[in-house]
């Protein structure tokens, strides 16, 4: 469970930057906000599970190296977090935040990162430690979009740059985890 809280907070750490940002430019009612957490919430959650689905599909065929998947993966996202954070200047976003359809995109775009880390769940557990994961994740992913449209309208800054090293660097330790528990038994 404290596996799946971790996971969880690192891969909502772009909707916290992405709420507060969007509750802060847009001046956008708490109404808006629940609006918003909801929807981050629900494509928070849908996308790892559509990544479990595919890796549970071919965990059978990949079962001998399913631990140096999920690692890899885990490895991959969490370095290139860490990579964009270093690399880039936080960007400010134009789009009109007021519509569904725009926060939707945002909900897509936020969760990229959590398909790809679905499809280490999937090779790595049965449905009910998925099922776990996906729940944990979609609940402290509506918290934390709650949480960015309050800091928004607080206008209380979020250091965007810092938070992203910080999620990679929560993914990588837990892909080095992932393969010491599997290399150890």
Request: one cysteine or more; a neutral charge; aromatic letters at 8%.
């Amino acid at each position: 469970m404290f596996e799946a809280f971790l996971l969880a907070l690192a891969l909502c750490v772009d909707t916290l930057v992405v709420s507060t940002s969007s509750a802060f430019s847009s001046k956008m009612s708490y109404r808006r906000g629940l609006l918003m957490a909801a929807i981050f919430a629900f494509f928070q959650g849908g996308f790892p599970l559509m990544g479990a689905l595919l890796g549970g599909v071919f965990k059978e065929s990949m079962e001998s190296v399913d631990h140096w998947i999920a690692f890899g993966l885990l490895l991959l996202v969490g370095g290139k977090m860490i990579v964009d954070a270093l690399r880039n200047a936080p960007k400010e976003s134009r789009l009109d935040v007021t519509r569904v359809g725009t926060l939707c995109l945002l909900g897509v775009a936020t969760s990229i990162d959590a398909f790809v880390i679905g499809i280490g769940l999937g090779l790595s557990g049965d449905i009910a430690f998925v099922l776990m994961n996906v729940a944990v994740i979609a609940v402290m992913t509506f918290l934390v979009a709650l949480l960015g449209t309050f800091l928004g309208k607080r206008d209380v800054p979020i250091p965007e740059r810092l938070a992203s090293c910080i999620a990679g660097m929560v993914l990588v330790g837990l892909g080095v985890y992932t393969l010491v528990e599997h290399l150890s038994v």
